[in-house]
């Protein structure tokens, strides 16, 4: 019985023994569970791509506001977070000038209603599904009661009519920022699975002209400090951060000058088309939100705010400002 053993186990060292041991190549990794994130590391990115849309900034104050703004989202984009150049479109309803940076230099607009159209149709069809892309509006709009419309050279255009024009729009990670008057009427027409959709106000009245844009600009290219930056105190700056901070900013500007808040920023992510005010959470009593000193800060694990979270941006400047 014992010899059976003996040349049954021998048997089967033979017929096991890996036939790369037999060509002189070497084993296998003895661990198979690592090889699909290996896979997964090896797969090449896709593409950063983002849109710029001004319309009509009015008079000379105002164009230099938004144009300034302008060039801060460009050069953050193409700049700390690695947009390439010639994939960032800028839309602006002026022409460009000598004194004007290389924002508005690259300016293909002017950012009329069929240009718009014209650039959202060629930039989904040179999407494929890795790449990412974040599209921002600035500029005035005007609320009938209705439809709220972003004041372009000629025809307007409302929040139904940009939503379709984004409509087919698939690719893995997309962030729209419409930084408008009235701007959270287009929270519902933009919403839809895995897309994050962020507005300066709440789907109502508020139709006053709105900080919120120029806050964001800010956060984008001149982050503070990360112990600062990290409002979730996750220790990672990311988007998320990005919308609190800059919804900090703007409710702090209303209470410095003691005026009645006339914006209130909302976030979508979960693709319900029902933006959030999920700055609340982490803002003071005093600027609005219900946080009080002591208590522990929510992490947003579902609904609005948790996909925000996954896109990681690069680490803030480490100087004190």
């Not at 590391?41 to 983002?50: H, M, Y």
């Not at 193409?78 to 022409?95: H, I, K, M, Q, W």
């Not at 120029?214 to 290219?221: G, Q, W």
Request: charged share 25%; with cysteine.
């Amino acid at each position: 019985m014992q010899s059976c053993r003996r040349l049954l186990a021998l048997l089967c060292a033979i017929l096991l023994t890996p036939v790369y041991q037999a060509s002189g190549q070497d084993s296998p990794s003895p661990s198979p569970a690592i090889a699909p994130k290996v896979e997964a590391a090896a797969e090449p990115g896709g593409v950063r791509r983002a849109l710029i849309v001004c319309g009509l900034p009015g008079d000379a104050e105002h164009r230099e506001l938004f144009a300034g703004t302008i060039e801060r989202l460009y050069g953050a984009l193409t700049g700390r977070l690695g947009f390439p150049a010639e994939n960032v479109a800028v839309l602006f309803s002026d022409e460009a000038t000598e004194k004007d940076g290389p924002a508005l230099q690259a300016n293909r607009g002017p950012a009329t209603r069929e240009k718009l159209a014209e650039t959202a149709a060629a930039l989904i069809e040179a999407v494929p599904p890795a790449d990412a892309v974040w599209v921002f509006v600035l500029g005035h709009a005007h609320f009938d009661g209705r439809n709220c419309w972003l004041n372009l050279p000629g025809p307007d255009v409302n929040q139904v009519e940009f939503g379709k024009l984004f409509a087919s729009l698939k690719c893995r990670e997309q962030v729209f920022f419409i930084t408008t008057p009235a701007s959270g009427y287009y929270l519902r027409p933009l919403s839809a699975a895995g897309r994050i959709v962020i507005t300066a106000t709440e789907p109502d009245y508020e139709v006053n002209e709105t900080r919120f844009p120029h806050k964001l600009a800010a956060a984008l290219a001149e982050p503070p400090p990360l112990a600062e930056f990290d409002i979730d105190g996750d220790g990672r700056p990311t988007l998320f951060d990005v919308y609190l901070w800059s919804a900090r900013e703007t409710a702090q500007e209303f209470a410095s000058g003691e005026l009645l808040a006339t914006e209130h920023a909302l976030l979508d992510d979960n693709g319900d088309g029902r933006g959030a005010e999920v700055q609340n959470d982490y803002l003071s009593e005093e600027l609005g939100g219900r946080r009080r000193a002591g208590r522990s800060l929510p992490l947003p694990r579902a609904g609005d705010g948790a996909l925000a979270r996954e896109i990681v941006l690069p680490d803030p400047p480490a100087a004190a400002r």
